[in-house]
Each structure stands twice: as C-alpha cells, then as structure tokens.
C-alpha cells in the first residue's frame, strides 16, 4: 500500500527565503505526482502535476521535481512572500489509480 | 477560469440521518472523485467515477455511502446513516482525462451531532 510521508510537518521562514518541501513515497510505479496548497478551512488549489516520465515541472516561482526510482519528489519556492503562507500537500497516483496524499507541511512565510 | 462547485459549504446532521452532498465537476470533465478529510488528518480518497460507474472505492466507500451523476452536471454523496465519525471535510474532485491533474471543490464541511 502506498505511504507519503512529508517533511518537515511545519517550517517558518523569513520572507525573500528560497524554501524546499520535500515528499517521499513507498512505492515507486506511480503515474503522477500532483503538489497543492491548502488555505485554512479551504479547498485544495492544485500547483503543478509532474508526469512519471518527467523529472521537473515549474510555475512561476514553484519548481517541482521527481526523482521516481529514489521515491521522492521536492517543491522549491523562491523568494518566498507572506501570501505563501498555507499547507502544501504531495499526492501520488499509483497503479490503484487513485491519488495517496501526504499529511502535508505547514508553511509560515513570516513578514 | 471553470471550477468544481460544491454545496452546501457547511451541513450539520443528527446522527442517524441521511445526508446528500452535492457537486458540479467542471463541465467537459469525464473522472469524477469524492475525498474527504477529517479534522487535523489526511485527505483520503473515498471513491472514483467514470462513464456513470463506480470505477475504484476505499476500504472506507462502505454500502452507507454511494454517488449518483444524476444529469449532465450534478455528481452526489450520499451516506445514508450519517455517524458521528462521517464528521470531515468532504472534497470532490474532477479531471478531464485519464492522466492529468485534478481539481477540487472547495469542499462541504458535515458535522454529525
């Protein structure tokens, strides 16, 4: 059964900081890796989809990588702003076709 | 920009009853999933739908629950006697093809009482 685990659970940083999140998961046939963000009490807004074949995908100041055989995929924020602020959750979508989430890192971009 | 829709925002049940959770998947989207989150914890997947049938289901999609695509544009959660443990954050999601990403509604909060 696939496992995401995220690291670390909480990080406060400064604003203008380049940040790292980093996700790993268990089992390493997976067809995507999807990253969001969650505001509190909200939805989830989808932030960059990385295909099993890619090893990056990059959106404005978000850059995604996957490095599938190592079961790891990070998410590189630069320049970070207050407005960062929010849980950043990884999901993988493995053969049972369904997405496995992370429990997410608290990010705290303080001004 | 399109967006899932869901409603209602916030729905408070007695134990026992039924409860329906509605959504609208964006319009020319074909996968359609229902998720949810209880408080403090992970986002699960609860159940897929694809060519108006139940294409994957978690240990957790048991026979209280079930989804109906009832038109063209709605796609349902029904849990037919709501516990006190249904209590979460109930996501839908949509895609428009088979290996793309998600989108989700932002989501029904249920509170069983």
């Known amino acids: 059964k696939q496992e995401v685990t995220q690291i670390p659970a909480a990080l406060s940083v400064p604003e203008g900081e380049n940040l790292v999140l980093n996700c790993s998961f268990t089992?390493?046939?997976?067809?995507?890796l999807q990253w969001f963000r969650q505001d509190p009490g909200k939805g989830l807004t989808s932030l960059l989809l990385?295909?099993?074949?890619?090893r990056e995908q990059t959106s404005g100041r978000l850059n995604a990588s996957l490095d599938k055989s190592s079961g790891r995929s990070t998410l590189y924020i630069a320049a970070s702003q207050p407005g960062d602020s929010a849980t950043y959750l990884c999901?993988?979508?493995?053969?049972?076709?369904?997405?496995?989430f992370g429990s997410g890192t608290q990010l705290t971009v303080l001004p | 920009e399109p967006e899932v829709t869901q409603t209602p925002s916030h729905q408070v049940t007695q134990m026992g009853q039924e409860v329906i959770l509605r959504c609208v998947p964006i319009?020319?989207?074909?996968?359609f999933y229902w998720y949810r989150q209880i408080l403090g914890q992970k986002v699960e997947f609860l159940v897929s739908?694809?060519?108006?049938?139940?294409?994957?289901k978690s240990e957790i999609f048991d026979d209280q629950f079930s989804v109906e695509r009832p038109d063209g544009s709605n796609f349902t959660l029904k849990i037919r006697s709501t516990k006190l443990e249904d209590s979460a954050m109930y996501f839908c999601?949509?895609?428009?093809?088979?290996?793309?990403?998600?989108?989700f509604g932002p989501g029904t909060r249920l509170t069983v009482t």
């Open positions: 999601a949509s895609k428009r093809d088979f290996n793309v990403e998600q989108y």
């Open positions: 089992d390493s046939a997976i067809y995507n």
């Open positions: 990385i295909q099993s074949s890619q």
């Open positions: 999901a993988v979508r493995d053969s049972a076709r369904q997405l496995t």
């Open positions: 319009s020319n989207h074909l996968y």
């Open positions: 739908f694809y060519n108006n049938e139940i294409s994957e």
